[in-house]
């Protein structure tokens, strides 16, 4: 719960970054420490729990925003008719994932103890986002925004507001 909740308010922060930055430049580094994380969790002593709360909650802040990366880059590479298109299927694909992945993190911990089961999850985490980062997609299409002449910041544009709802609800 908390790393959700954590990922939900640092994926608008790291999606940013990524408008100013670029997606290499965010998404490497936040995958990089979301598998150091994950490691320090399969580390921990299960008797700590607090730290193992916290350490959940870096996993949450680091989890790198490569759906929102993706979902902003479709229209650039299909068009805004295909991309509706593809955004189905996007869809059907996560929904998949949300199947298959925890019945097959279940099974690695059932085969060889949870601890295996997180680091193999921040193995492939770090696997994926890395091979996603180095298509030759983010060379042409995906490039650093312009800063804008008047920049908002973030409390500001109301977002923080809607997440301190959320959090309250």
Known sequence: GISVAAAGISNVLLARAVDRHGARRVIAPAATLYAAAMLGLAASDHSRYVVQLLICAVIGVVTPPITAVARGLWPRLVGEERARVVYGLEAT??????????????LIAGLAGARTAVIVSGCVGLAGALAYV??????????????PLRSRTLLRSGVARYALVGVCL
């Open 93 to 106: 694909a996560q929904e998949f994932i949300y199947i298959c992945g925890p019945s097959t993190v279940a």
């Open 134 to 147: 180095s298509s030759p997609v983010f060379r042409s299409h995906l490039r650093p925004a312009e800063p």
